[in-house]
């Protein structure tokens, strides 16, 4: 089972950008699913964007695309958010969540592992 640690969260102005880190450890497939989900006070948790690593596939919410990218570095095990033209409705704790593939992967269920989250604050 794969072990994932975020990193990276912080306060931004509006239209500032944040690069957050996912570390993933433990056993690893060929290629699995790595994603960033966000949860907002008051608001269930959502997810942003998913990479099916080794092979490069991504997704993204349509409220992120254009603005945020993920990417894999396959050296450091580790799966990177960079968040451009930040929003104050961005704001809200982000999760790092892994699975073995990524069918439907907006859905909080097919995700075995989760961080604890990092949180990102953006001021208008």
């Known amino acids: 089972r794969v072990q994932v640690v975020e990193s990276g969260g912080g306060s931004v102005q509006a239209g500032g950008s944040l690069t957050l880190t996912c570390s993933s450890s433990g056993r690893r497939y060929s290629s699995n699913c790595m994603a960033w989900f966000r949860q907002a006070p008051e608001k269930e948790r959502e997810g942003v964007a998913a990479?099916?690593?080794?092979?490069?596939?991504?997704y993204y919410a349509d409220s992120v695309k254009g603005r945020f990218t993920i990417s894999e570095d396959n050296a450091k095990n580790t799966v990177s958010l960079q968040m451009d033209s930040l929003k104050p409705e961005d704001s809200g704790m982000y999760y790092c969540a892994s699975a073995p593939m990524c069918v439907q992967w907006s859905r909080m269920a097919g995700y075995d592992s989760w961080g604890q989250g990092t949180q990102v604050t953006v001021s208008s």
């Open positions: 990479i099916s690593t080794g092979r490069g596939s991504t």
